[in-house]
């Protein structure tokens, strides 16, 4: 015969479930409260913030107009739906300011499968340019394990798209939190991925100008040619996520 828990002792025990239950959807929404906000450090240090948590505030079409309706502020992330998309038109979008020398910041996750892309020194002139990547180079935002793309030099996660490869590779699987940072100073361009500099090179000199030449945006004559211009979060019909984006102009 089965003993019976006493009726303290059950109570007790639902108690301590639902305290923990408690714990953590506290602890689920700290840490979603805590997301897109800068530290009095970085607001001293002059960064700031481009995305607010709450809405596209800062971010336009390229081209122009409101942010596309496959773009969605959910759970404080920045998030590409491309399944809600109606039509074959590109949903890039751009910041409304241009940067020169700069310190960005950002975190990406990806859906399995997937792929998207971090541009910048976008120059926006659809008359002459008809997309983002016509103008900006591109930090590449991928799923390693299962994007074909991956399976193409310069085209991984973490690398400058068709230009060069990471040192090493970083990345986390998809839906998993990746922290970026893409720093140009001058021409001095670098990439981090989850912490680690994996991209370190000159733009504009003599051996940027071969690189272009030998990658598919030779047929592009401005691109990579801009010193100040807007960040770009690619629309490339994948589900993709974007949130703690910052940057310090230098």
Excluded at 89 to 97: A, E, F, H, N, R
Excluded at 105 to 118: F, R
Aim: hydrophobic share 35%; net charge neutral.
């Amino acid at each position: 015969m089965k003993k019976l828990l006493p009726v303290a002792v059950i109570l007790s025990l639902i108690a301590c479930n639902n305290n923990s239950s408690e714990e953590k959807e506290t602890k689920n929404e700290m840490t979603t409260s805590s997301q897109n906000m800068l530290t009095e450090d970085e607001q001293k240090d002059g960064w700031q913030l481009l995305f607010d948590g709450k809405s596209s505030k800062g971010w336009h079409h390229y081209g122009g107009g409101i942010v596309g309706y496959a773009w969605v502020i959910t759970d404080s992330s920045l998030y590409f739906d491309g399944s809600l998309k109606k039509d074959t038109l590109g949903q890039d979008i751009v910041t409304d300011d241009e940067f020169e020398n700069f310190h960005f910041k950002l975190e990406w996750k990806i859906d399995t499968n997937g792929n998207s892309g971090i541009m910048f020194y976008v120059h926006e002139d659809t008359a002459k340019y008809t997309r983002p990547y016509h103008t900006g180079p591109e930090m590449q935002v991928l799923d390693n394990n299962g994007h074909p793309d991956a399976k193409i030099p310069k085209h991984r996660a973490g690398d400058l798209y068709d230009l060069i490869s990471c040192s090493k590779e970083t990345v986390k699987p998809a839906l998993q939190w990746n922290q970026v940072e893409i720093k140009s100073v001058n021409g001095k361009l670098d990439f981090w991925l989850n912490g680690e500099n994996v991209v370190s090179t000159q733009l504009w000199d003599d051996n940027w100008k071969k690189m272009v030449a030998n990658s598919k945006f030779k047929q592009w004559p401005d691109f990579g040619t801009f010193k100040k211009g807007k960040i770009c979060l690619q629309d490339h019909g994948n589900k993709v996520w974007f949130r703690n984006i910052k940057i310090k102009k230098l």
